[in-house]
Nanobody, 125 residues
Framework: HVQLVESGGGSVQVGGSLRLSCTASTSEFSEHCMGWFRQAPGKAREGVASSDSDGRTNYRDSLKGRFTISRDNAKDMLYLDIDNLQPEDTAMYYC????????????????????WGQGTQVTVS
């Protein structure tokens, strides 16, 4: 069973930046499609970005430009850099992974995740 642990969340002012990190407990991290999701209070969870094993990425259209997903396969780490944070970015952010996701689903905007972390809270005010 793969464990994912997010970190890096916090309370930030409007316009600030954050780097979220996700540590994966698997030696096969490099083979996983990985992604970030978020869920704001009272709203459905939504995909933010995903990255396949070769670093090809996909972003939610409305978030392109301020969010950057990256991964370090040597360290089994996934990152999400968020710039110019806005109040509407306030949410719990989750890391998710799936070793069986196809390239098409991973980079085509339909990644749904198999393993999930507990989330890290981001609050913007």
């Amino acid at each position: 069973h793969v464990q994912l642990v997010e970190s890096g969340g916090g309370s930030v002012q409007v316009g600030g930046s954050l780097r979220l990190s996700c540590t994966a407990s698997t030696s096969e991290f490099s083979e996983h499609c990985m992604g970030w999701f978020r869920q704001a209070p009272g709203k459905a969870r939504e995909g933010v970005a995903s990255s396949d094993s070769d670093g090809r990425t996909n972003y939610r259209d409305s978030l392109k430009g301020r969010f950057t997903i990256s991964r370090d396969n040597a360290k089994d780490m996934l990152y999400l850099d968020i710039d110019n944070l806005q109040p509407e970015d306030t949410a719990m952010y989750y890391c998710a992974g799936d070793p069986a996701a196809s390239i098409e689903s991973c980079t085509g905007g339909s990644f749904s995740g198999r393993y999930w972390g507990q989330g890290t809270q981001v609050t913007v005010s």
